[in-house]
C-alpha cells in the first residue's frame, strides 16, 4: 500500500498543533522559539507545506519530542513495525507501549539514544 504524502502533511500539521497546545504555547512563541516564522508555522500545521529534516529537527526540539517521530509523521521515515520472527528493540518497545504518552515515549527515546550515543548533540 502507497502512502499519501498530502495526508502525511495533515498528519503532520495535525501533530504539530497537538503538541504545540499541549505545551500551552500560541503559534508566534513556538515560531519565536524554533526560530522559524509565524506564517511557515501555520502553513505547516495546515499541512500546505513539507518542512525540511533540519526544521523537523527545530520542532523536535521546541516540543520536546523526538525527530524520529516527526520524520515518521512527516513520512521522511518508515514507521517499523515489530516482527514476530524478530527480537524488538529499545525503540520498538518505547514506541509500541500503548501505556506511555507521546511525551513520555519520546522522552524515554531522547534517554536511550543518549546512552547508546553519548556523543551526539543534546
Known amino acids: 500500500m502507497s502512502r499519501n504524502p498530502l495526508n502525511d502533511l495533515a498528519g503532520l500539521g495535525d501533530y504539530l498543533r497537538e503538541q504545540r497546545q ?8 513556538l515560531s519565536e ?6 506564517p511557515y508555522l501555520s502553513q505547516l500545521e495546515r499541512g500546505l507545506k513539507r518542512p525540511s529534516a533540519e526544521i523537523l ?6 516540543l520536546e519530542v523526538s525527530a ?4 515518521v509523521k512527516a513520512g521522511i521515515l518508515d514507521e517499523h513495525p ?13 514506541a509500541a507501549d500503548p501505556d506511555l504518552t ?4 519520546a522522552t524515554l527515546m ?3 539514544e543518549s546512552f547508546v550515543r553519548p556523543d551526539a548533540p543534546p
Open 22 to 29: 499541549s505545551h500551552s504555547l500560541s503559534l508566534r512563541q
Open 33 to 38: 522559539l524554533v526560530g522559524i516564522s509565524n
Open 57 to 62: 529537527q527545530q520542532l523536535a526540539k521546541g
Open 68 to 71: 524520529e517521530t516527526l520524520y
Open 82 to 94: 515489530v516482527r514476530h520472527d524478530e527480537t524488538p528493540t529499545v525503540r520498538d518497545a518505547i
Open 102 to 105: 507521546d511525551r513520555q515515549k
Open 110 to 112: 531522547d534517554v536511550y
